[in-house]
C-alpha cells in the first residue's frame, strides 16, 4: 500500500496524547517472596528489602520494596514473550502501523523514571500510561526510524500517585546489518576493540617499537631534524635516511576534546583525545587517561604511559605528569 | 608567489538547478544528479546536447559518462573530478571556467548528489576504516585507535584552542547558528524552513565532541545541486542574467592535511584559506570591502569564524565580535550564507552555496541581499580547499 510520507506522519500523530487502553493492573499485591527474588537477581544486599529486623529499626519502620522495582509490579510475565497472545491496545495499534511500512524494528533507548515514595507489602499497583511524543524522521546507526514516547502514572489501589516512568523507543527500518562480531575461540561473540592502525613500510617499525614500550621519534639521517607522524623522506633535505630517538614521553597539552557522540564500540565514551607537544618538540594525538575529563586543559603536564588497551593491542597513552 | 591568474571573468554561471532537500529522497543517488543537472539546463536554457564537460567530486558516486549518457547528452571534452571532500565544492566551477577558459569545453556540468543522510553519514567518521596498509588509511591510524575518528573531533580540536587563544566562547560559536538558522526560517526550500532557533537552544543541545554541540554541527542532507558554466561572452546571450566568476582559487599549504592539520606551530587558522583568499582578491583587482555578502561554508561553526578572519572582513580572533555585532545578518555589512547554509538549508558539500550566490547576484534570492554585487563563496574547511569570487554582470 503506497502511503506518502504527509499521510503515514499525520496518521502516527493520531495516536499522540491517546491512552493505550485500560491502566495495567498487578497480577500480585506488592509482596516480599518478589522483593526477595529481585533483591537476589539484582545484588541488592539492603536489609530493609528483605530483613524484617533490620527494617523495622530503620526509617521505614518495615520491609518496604526497592523504588526500581515499580515496573516490574505491572509486568505481564510470561505472556510478553509471545507478542501475539497479546490484546491489542494503542500502543500495538501504532506499532503495526509502522510496522505495515517496513519500521519493523524497535529497540528501547531511554528510561526515566521518578518515584514518590517507597511502597510496602500488601499495596495493589496499576500504571495508565499515555503515548506522549513521537518524534520527527531521524537517522540513527541501526536506520531510518522515530522515536516513541510514552508516559505510564503508577498509582495503588487508593488512586494515590506512587511513581512515573517515561519510556522511549525507536521504530526503525533496519538497515544492512553489519557483519557479525567475531566470535571467539569459545564460540561468543569478541567484544568490540578500537580500530588498529595499519601498518606500512613508513610507520610499521613505530608501532612496533610501541608494542615493545617504546616511544620513538624519527629523526633524520641527515640533517637530525625530529619528526612525527614518521614519513619516508625528510622535508628539510630530501634524504631518505633516518634513525630515531626515544622519547622523554613528557608533553604539555596543546589542544584536547571530549568525545561524546556517536557512540563507537570499543572505545567507551565519553574519553579525552589530546593534541600533545612533546618535550622533544614534536607533537603526538593520544588520549589523556588517569584522572578526571573535566580536570584535562590546555597547558596540562602530562607523561606517557604505554599500556594495552584491549587483549592485543599497546597504545601510547599520557597521565598526569607526577 | 604569484597571486593573480588569468581567469578573471572569462566565465560565468548561467544556470543552476537543485531537487529538494531531505533526510531521504527515497530515489537512487544518480536521479538525484539527473534531476539537479537537467533542471540547470534547463534554467540555462541550453540543451543536453550542448553539455561538453562535466565536473564533479572524487566523492561524488555518479561517474559524469553515467550523468551524460542517462542525460542523452553528446560528446564529453572535459571530464573531471576533485579531490578533498567539500573543499572540491568551488573547484569544479574552478576547473569548468579553465576548461572555458582555454576552449577545452564550451558548457560545463558541475555537479554534487547525493544521499549523504540516508546511504553514507559523514558525520559517523572513519568507523568503517579499511584495514589495507594505504598512505591514507596509515594516516587515519595516527587518530582512529585513540577515538578520535568523526570530522566534528577534528574541527573540536583547532577550535578549543582558539578558543583558548582569542576568548571565544560556545555562544560565539552559537550564534553563527542562530544567524543562519534564522536566514532558513524564511527560506522555503531550507529543511529548517520556519525553525528558528534561539542561542538558549544551542546552549542547551548536547555535547557532540566538546566543546562542539549538536547545533555547532551542520545538518546530513539528501539531495542535488547543478551549476552550468560557459564563456562570459556567451553568456550574455542566454536567458538569465549571468553570474561572472570573476576569479577562482584553490588552496594547499605546507603542513596541511586532511581535516587533521594538528602539526602546523599555529593550528588556530585556516592558512589553505587565507591562499585562496589572496588569490581572488589579486585576481578579481577587488578587496574585501567591495564584497556584500558571501556565502562561508559551514559544516561546523568555528571554522566560519576562522574563515571570515582569513578573508579579511574583520582582523584576527575579532570574528567572534563581529558576528555578535551583527554584521553576518540580514542588514549587516556582510550577511553570509542567506539560504541558510549548511546549518539551515541543506548540505550538499558546498554546492548549495554557489547556487545561492548565483540567485543573489541575479537579485533574485528568497533573502535578497539589497545591492549584492560580489560575493566570496568558500568551499570544504580544515582540508585542501578552494572559493569563488562571483560578480552580478550589467
Known sequence: ?322 | MRYENDLRDRAAIVGIGATEFSKDSGRSELQLALECVSAALEDAGLEHSDVDGMVTFTMDNNPAVEVNRFLGGGHLTFFSRIHYGGGAACATVQQAAMAVATGVADTVVCYRAMNERSLNRFGTGIQDMQPEPTTASAHFGWYAPYGLLTPASWVAMVARRYMVEFGATSEDFGRVTVAARRFAATNPKAYFFDKPITLDDHQRSRFIVEPLRLLDCCMESDGGVAVVVTSLERARNLRCRPVRICAAAQGATNEQQMMTGFYADDITGLPEMGLVAKQLYATAGIGPEDVQAAIIYDHFTPFVLAQLEEFGFCGRGEAKDFVKDGHIDSGGSLPINPHGGQLGEAYIHGMNGIAEAVRQLRGKAVNQVDGAEHMVVTAGTGVPTSALLLGADG
Open chain 1, 1 to 322: 500500500m503506497a502511503t506518502s510520507k504527509e499521510e503515514f506522519e499525520a496518521r502516527l500523530q493520531e495516536f499522540v496524547g491517546l491512552e493505550i487502553g485500560a491502566p495495567e493492573v498487578g497480577a500480585d499485591l506488592v509482596n516480599e517472596p518478589m522483593i526477595r527474588h529481585w533483591c537476589e537477581v539484582m545484588e541488592d544486599r539492603n536489609p530493609v528489602y528483605t530483613d524484617p529486623a533490620a527494617a523495622k529499626d530503620s526509617v521505614h519502620g518495615g520491609i518496604v520494596a526497592p523504588p526500581t522495582m515499580l515496573q516490574t509490579w505491572i509486568l505481564d510475565g510470561f505472556d510478553m514473550a509471545t507478542p501475539e497472545k497479546q490484546p491489542m491496545n494503542k500502543q500495538r495499534e501504532l506499532h503495526a502501523v509502522f510496522n505495515e511500512q517496513g519500521y519493523t524494528g524497535v529497540v528501547a533507548t531511554n528510561c526515566d523514571q521518578s518515584y514518590d515514595r517507597y511502597l510496602t507489602p500488601g499495596e495493589q499497583v496499576s500504571g495508565t500510561t499515555v503515548i506522549e511524543t513521537i518524534s520527527e524522521e531521524k537517522a540513527t546507526a541501526i536506520g531510518i526510524g522515530y522515536f516513541i514516547e510514552t508516559r505510564t502514572t503508577f498509582r495503588n489501589q487508593d488512586g494515590e500517585q506512587v511513581g512515573w516512568m517515561v519510556f522511549r523507543v525507536l521504530k526503525f527500518k533496519p538497515s544492512a546489518q553489519p557483519a557479525a562480531a567475531p566470535a571467539g575461540d569459545d564460540g561468543a561473540p569478541a567484544a568490540p576493540v578500537r580500530l588498529r592502525a595499519p601498518r606500512t613500510h613508513d610507520n610499521g617499525w613505530w608501532w612496533n617499537k610501541i608494542d615493545e614500550g617504546e616511544l620513538h621519534i624519527q629523526k633524520c639521517g641527515e640533517c637530525g631534524v625530529l619528526r612525527h607522524p614518521p614519513r619516508p623522506m625528510c622535508g628539510e633535505c630530501r634524504s631518505i635516511e633516518w634513525t630515531s630517538i626515544i622519547s622523554t614521553g613528557k608533553g604539555v597539552i596543546n589542544s584536547y576534546v571530549i568525545m561524546h557522540h556517536p557512540p563507537i564500540p570499543g572505545y567507551g565514551f565519553p574519553i579525552a583525545c589530546a593534541l600533545i607537544d612533546l618535550e622533544e618538540g614534536t607533537r603526538i594525538i593520544s588520549n589523556v587517561v588517569g584522572c578526571d575529563l573535566d580536570e584535562v586543559h590546555i597547558g596540562m603536564k602530562v607523561s606517557l604511559s604505554i599500556e594495552n588497551v584491549d587483549d592485543e593491542m599497546k597504545l601510547p597513552l599520557f597521565k598526569p605528569a607526577q
